[in-house]
């Protein structure tokens, strides 16, 4: 089975029961993890399902409700998942404006896609829909961890990853985010860079 996350090197935890709706390959709660450096950390969630678009969501803690941003990136969960295989991702998302934008860098709608330096299409800004928030409470325990949640009548489950993500503030036309290895048990680089230009 492929995982957002195939190289982790941490024991995973599977139940055998297929009735479960929840199946975590590993996770962290709040206990496990000591508090870091005064670094800015948001949480990151990477979801989707086996044959749809991926999404990215940015909340400021596992609980909240409303989501600082999610974006339906412009390619699948498992094209994004061989990307991984590899270890190393860099997700490059670029705006442009006609003239000098006082609008937060991450209200923009629409953004140009490069996945490790290919132009993969467009990810689009959306709000979340019932489905988003039903999947986000089921991981409102996690703090960092990958999985899979079961879908009623609906063989198409969803695929997650789910981590504490640097974020880095270089100007109001740029920010990235850097998912947080603190274990080092992940065996995963993985960064998302958002760029506005004037056009």
Known sequence: MKLLIPRCNCIFVEEENDDRK????FKHNSSSLSSSSSAITITGTIFGSRKGKVN??????PNSTNPILLLELAVSTSSLA?????GVVRIALETSSSSSSSASLLSMPIWRMYCNGKKVGFAVKRKPT???LQVL???ESIIVG???????NDDDDIMYL????????GSNDSESFHLVDPEENMGQELSIFFLRSLN
Request: aromatic share 8%.
């Open 56 to 61: 990215f969501c940015i909340q400021s803690n």
């Open 162 to 169: 789910r981590g504490k993500f640097e974020k880095v503030h």
């Open 82 to 86: 061989r990307e991984m295989q590899k």
């Open 22 to 25: 929840h199946i975590p390959y």
């Open 137 to 139: 409470r089921q991981m």
């Open 130 to 132: 019932k489905v988003d």
């Open 146 to 152: 990958a999985g899979v949640i079961k879908k009623d």
